[in-house]
Structure formats: structure tokens, C-alpha cells
């Protein structure tokens, strides 16, 4: 996809971090914009951005893990917008928790959005972005669909099975020379609110947590936004973000499963929340 010009692009969790970033580098490039999020506020504030930009963008309330409200959302994308030609499954949430400590609504609570999300809106919208003729489908997993971490095992089961997915999906749409690309996304630290906004664990946990990620988060949503453009632009199977996502792509490339023992020493000296 070399122009996206008039091209329809669905984003989810579009309110805010790279969903909004990734909404305002599209309305530059001219295209129009369907942007939901669970936050209507949020996202009709992204709108209100785009629109400077003289593009059509219209915002959606959407909870994604509600597969009926997807489908619905998909329906209403295509009446309002005549068909989707690139959908970016972005919404997530995080949790930090050992598998011991976290309940089990907080486990369902975070894969029916990180994992569930991304099934919902990737079946919804298929059948409109292949009758598009010049579609892609872009998932976002995340640098912990390379490597498990202490507290983060839902986190990382959820990106784990994104890839897996994102990856098959791929391969399929090779097979059946659909003329659709898929790429998956795997973000380092990102300057977002999304350890701000996690759950497990104490309010006081979460906050130190949160401070934690925002000094090693170097990557701003803005370049995130740039970086995935530029991978949809190419056609590329994983976009990687930051300079951190290439050294932890590289971590069990070179070590296997033996990583895992200085992980757990780290997590045993407190760094519970890398």
C-alpha cells in the first residue's frame, strides 16, 4: 500500500497512545478515519485532531472484547464508510499479577480484550478488506510475545497467541492470494498510559510500577505511529518499535529457554515489573 489516500482504516483503542497516534499520521496522509475506543470522550477528541486535517473521521464507542458490538461496529463501518481497506486491532489493557495472585476476572478481563479483541475485529472486517482489493490487517502484540515475564503471564499468553495468529493469518491469505497483507506489532516501551492504567496487585504497586515503565519507556506514540505506517507501507510481516523490541527479539534467538533464569533473578531481587 503505497498511497493511503482516500483509503478506509479502522482502529481500535483509537482514544489514545498509539491508537490516536497512529489515527493522526493517517489523517496526514489523507485517510479516512473510523476510530473507536471504549472511552468515547477520548476518542472523539481524537476525531476533533484528525478533522484539522480536512478528513472524514467519525468516532465509535467500542468495547472490542463484545464480539456482537464488533460485528455490529464492522456493519456500521461499512455503511458509513463503504468498506474497510486497513483495520488495526491496537486496544489493549495490562495486568500484573503472579498466576498465583491474580483472580480470575482480571485474567478474563485482560484476554478477552488483548486476545479477543484482536479475533473480533480481524473476523468482522476480513470479508470487507479482501473485497477491498488492497487491504491489510494489522495486529498489535507486543515485545512479550517474545519472551515470558514474572507478573505479566496473562499479558504475555494473550501477545503470544496474537503472534501465533497474526502469523497463520498471514500465511493464509498467501495461500489464497487474497489481496490482503497482515503484519503483527511488537512495541518495546512506549510512552502511553497503559501501565497507568493496569490492574493487579495494590494502588501503590501499580503506581511505583508505572513510574518504573515510564523511566525505561524511550519511544514516543508518534514514532510508534510512524514505524507501523512505514511497515504497512512495505508490506512487513513483524514491525518491531524501538531499539529496545530488537534486542528482546533477539534475547531467545540467541539464548533459548536459558533467558529465563536471569529474568527470574531479576524478578527475585524486585524488578517485578520490567
Not at 510475545?145 to 514474572?150: A, D, E, N, Q, S
Not at 508518534?222 to 534486542?247: C, F, H, M, N, S
Request: charge should be neutral; hydrophobic fraction near 45%.
Amino acid at each position: 500500500m503505497k498511497s493511503f489516500t482516500d483509503k478506509v482504516v479502522v482502529i481500535t483503542g483509537a482514544g489514545s497512545g498509539i491508537g490516536k497516534a497512529l489515527a493522526i499520521e493517517l489523517a496526514g496522509r489523507g485517510a479516512r478515519l473510523a476510530l473507536s475506543d471504549v472511552d468515547a470522550v477520548r476518542v472523539a477528541g481524537t476525531v476533533a485532531e484528525c478533522e484539522k486535517a480536512g478528513v472524514t473521521a467519525k468516532a465509535y464507542e467500542l468495547d472490542v472484547a463484545d464480539r456482537d458490538a464488533v460485528l455490529a461496529h464492522a456493519e456500521e463501518v461499512a455503511v458509513d464508510f463503504g468498506g474497510a481497506n486497513v483495520v488495526v486491532n491496537n486496544a489493549g489493557v495490562a495486568l500484573g499479577a503472579t498466576v498465583e495472585e491474580m483472580t480470575w476476572d482480571d485474567y478474563d478481563w485482560l484476554m478477552g480484550i488483548n486476545l479477543g479483541g484482536v479475533v473480533n475485529g480481524t473476523k468482522a472486517f476480513l470479508p470487507q478488506v479482501i473485497a477491498s482489493g488492497d487491504g491489510h490487517i494489522v495486529n498489535l502484540s507486543s515485545v512479550f510475545g517474545f519472551i515470558g515475564v514474572p507478573t505479566q503471564s496473562a499479558y504475555n499468553a494473550a501477545k503470544f497467541a496474537v503472534r501465533g495468529f497474526t502469523e497463520a493469518l498471514r500465511q493464509e491469505m498467501l495461500i489464497a492470494r487474497h489481496p490482503v497483507k497482515v503484519s503483527c506489532v511488537h512495541p518495546g516501551g512506549i510512552k502511553t498510559n497503559i501501565a497507568r492504567d493496569a490492574r493487579g496487585g495494590v494502588e501503590r504497586d501499580i503506581g511505583k510500577a508505572a513510574e518504573g515503565f515510564e523511566k525505561i519507556a524511550r519511544t514516543t506514540p508518534e514514532k510508534a505511529a510512524q514505524t507501523i505506517v512505514r511497515g504497512i507501507e512495505r508490506g512487513t510481516a513483524r514491525i518491531l518499535i524501538g531499539p529496545d523490541a530488537y534486542a528482546i527479539d533477539a534475547i531467545p534467538r540467541v539464548l533459548g529457554s536459558f533467558y529465563q533464569r536471569p529474568l527470574a533473578l531479576l524478578g527475585r531481587l524486585g524488578m517485578r515489573n520490567l
